[in-house]
């Protein structure tokens, strides 16, 4: 089994020490490193990039997404020239703790549990979309089962939700090991791919029947829209991109040539950067200004898209399906590393059977809760971007860097490193502050 790589735009944990592989396994090419770095990228975050170009613009969207990768290619190369100078470590967290010990390593476990937490929140809500829509500025959508049966309170997002929980998730938690769900995460992949042929086939055929909708170039600050307003959007493309830096390393450990990983990471950001881009302009130019957070929940029985009912309900059951199946295994990794934490201690999770059932319903029923009383992903998708993300993805590089233990960084290296944190931390507190400025004001 590869090692375990997060299939989603979120990321998981590679701190989970791994298994010696068996001698006869075959090493991982450059093609395969690729195809595992940027699924990692490709999940919940691009249901949201549509409607980032709807507050951007498509010129700064495009440019964002474009230096959002650049950023994120810089901290990638500074965690693999620190993992390659010794070769003693393996892990993101090994390389925290080289730098600042004890306190490095939990620190960055503690952000990528919270990260973890946050993604299954989104899937959840993103599911509660599409079967029982959404509400958002006063337009109702309605979701999959409200469109086939009539609204009813058994098919209301709490009730609908939590059916998928105990019938679909909660058997698959229950496996004891992680390797059960190798199929599952298949199929993910697939599901994943019908979504994007779909929605771009969509596309061209709304593009030759002059059923597009147009498109805003630039920010629109006439109704008061303030500047501020923009770096909200920036924790949400920081989101998508993130899951890279937690990857590298699993990946990195099975290729053939390690010195390929570098190669890898370039052109894995380069397919996920086409796919946002293809993803955003495909949805903005679909639905325009009605654009959701979540892409999905306009493609309802109401919207305006080229696809009849059958098309609509096959869009949104694909990428809904792809999150069901990669649910679970982001889940095995958030449920192990929290166990790690809590009881470092204890003997194996699997063989605690009263520890590994406490744990998996008490995690399952907090992300439940907080997935019914949140149904909106756009601020999930800030704060996580804002504060968590923000520390993985950039803080942290860019924070050993400096620290050099090892006296390798240039004064280059370090100029871009204080660059890099300056702009992640000036931009997390703007994005925090404008939201509370506007929760405050009631302001959207």
Excluded at 128 to 148: A, F, K, M, P, T
Excluded at 193 to 213: L, N, R
Excluded at 399 to 422: E, N
């Amino acid at each position: 089994m590869k090692s375990e790589i997060n299939r989603d735009s979120t990321p998981t944990t590679a701190l989970l020490p791994k298994s010696n592989p068996p001698e006869n396994e075959v090493a991982s090419s450059i093609s395969g490193a690729v195809f595992n770095i940027s699924t990692s990228m490709v999940g919940a975050g691009i249901m949201s990039i549509p409607a980032t170009l709807k507050v951007l613009g498509i010129i700064p969207g495009f440019v964002v997404i474009l230096t959002m990768a650049f950023l994120v290619e810089i901290t990638t190369e500074f965690l693999l020239r620190y993992t390659n100078h010794t070769g003693e470590v393996d892990t993101y967290g090994g390389v925290m703790a080289e730098s600042f010990g004890k306190f490095g390593s939990v620190a960055l476990q503690i952000c990528v549990m919270i990260s973890n937490l946050g993604a299954l929140v989104i899937y959840l809500i993103i599911i509660g979309d599409v079967l029982s829509g959404n509400e958002s500025d006063g337009v109702v959508h309605s979701g999959i089962l409200q469109e086939c049966f009539g609204f009813h309170w058994w098919n209301s997002r709490a009730y609908s939700v939590l059916f998928v929980v105990i019938v679909v998730m909660l058997p698959l938690l229950l496996l004891p090991r992680v390797e059960s769900l190798g199929h599952a995460s298949a199929v993910s992949i697939l599901l994943a791919v019908v979504f994007v042929v779909i929605i771009s086939g969509m596309a061209i055929y709304a593009t030759f029947h002059g059923k597009t909708q147009q498109l805003r170039l630039f920010p629109d600050f006439s109704d008061g829209f303030g500047f501020f307003n923009l770096f909200t959007t920036i924790p949400v493309m920081a989101t998508a991109f993130a899951s890279c830096l937690i990857t590298i390393h699993p990946v990195r450990s099975e290729l053939e040539k390690q010195s390929d990983m570098t190669s890898a990471v370039r052109i894995s950001l380069l397919l996920s950067v086409i796919i946002y881009i293809a993803v955003g302009f495909v949805g903005y130019l679909l639905f325009g200004d009605s654009i959701n957070a979540d892409m999905l929940v306009n493609f309802d029985q109401a919207s305006n898209s080229p696809g009849g009912l059958l098309v609509n309900a096959i869009v949104r059951l694909s990428y809904a399906l792809h999150l069901m199946l990669v649910f679970p295994v982001i889940f095995y990794i958030l449920r192990a590393n929290m166990d790690e934490m809590i009881f470092p201690q204890k003997t194996i999770l699997a063989n605690d059977t009263t520890r590994f059932m406490s744990l998996t319903i008490v995690l399952l029923s907090f992300i439940y809760f907080v997935a019914i009383a949140i149904p909106n992903i756009w601020y999930l998708f800030q704060f996580m971007g804002s504060t968590t993300v923000a520390c993985i993805a950039f803080v942290f590089p860019g924070a050993i860097v400096l620290r050099d233990v090892h006296g390798i960084s240039t004064r280059k290296d370090r100029v871009i490193a204080i660059i890099v944190t300056i702009l992640a931390v000036v931009t997390s507190v703007v994005a925090i502050s404008t939201n509370l400025y506007s929760s405050f004001t009631g302001k959207n």
